[in-house]
């Protein structure tokens, strides 16, 4: 088994959803999780042996997630256009033009999300590489939401399970999904997050 353990450090989420940036996205999509573990990687120059994890954490089965709510449950807050200054233009502060941004945030009634895989082969391998990777990343979404992600021993409940008759559609990663995130920002020069994800249902575990 292998867990991922992902703590708002301020108990709020700012992050948008992939095709409404006025709509928050609860819980983190294992997708976005893994560009962040990406993005730490990358910036930290972590070596083979993370690059290793990685390559193997992407051909893993969607993962079980721990995040309460399982939905948001409409407990977000309103959100209103701001218009700031565009970051690339090379006018002086203020005389830099302004674009419209929305920064959709979230309260959940627990700051914790966990990322089960119980089906990992050689995860003890793994280990040592992730926790490595997992403690340089900062935040998860939006950079005014700071984080904290581990290896984890002790996990809860999953409150959503991969399931394909879900109607909580999650964006997940597959083989071949590191190499796909560096291509794009040598592309792009710049991180592009929600690329070519693919999605997978879920559904709020049965009682017992």
Known sequence: MLALELEYL?????????NDRTAVEWPPHPARLFSALVAAYEECDLGNSARAALEWLETLPEPRIYA?????????????????????????????PRQIR?????TPQDSHVW????????????????QRIAENVTYVGHSMSPVRVRVS????EPTL????????????????RLRHLEETYR????????????????????CR
């Open 10 to 18: 301020m108990g709020r989420v700012l992050a948008a959803t992939h």
């Open 68 to 96: 309460k709510p399982s939905e948001h449950e409409g407990l977000v807050r309103d959100t209103h256009g701001v218009f700031v200054p565009v970051n690339d233009s090379p006018s002086i502060p203020e005389n830099r």
């Open 102 to 106: 929305w920064f959709p945030a979230f």
């Open 115 to 130: 990322f089960i895989w119980n089906d990992a082969p050689e995860a003890e391998r793994h280990t040592g590489a992730l």
């Open 153 to 156: 021993d002790a996990v809860p």
């Open 161 to 176: 399970i991969p399931d394909g008759t879900g109607n909580v559609m999650l964006r997940t990663t597959g083989k071949g």
């Open 187 to 206: 592309l792009a020069g710049e991180k592009r997050h929600n690329t070519a994800s693919p999605w997978t249902g879920n559904a709020l575990p049965t």
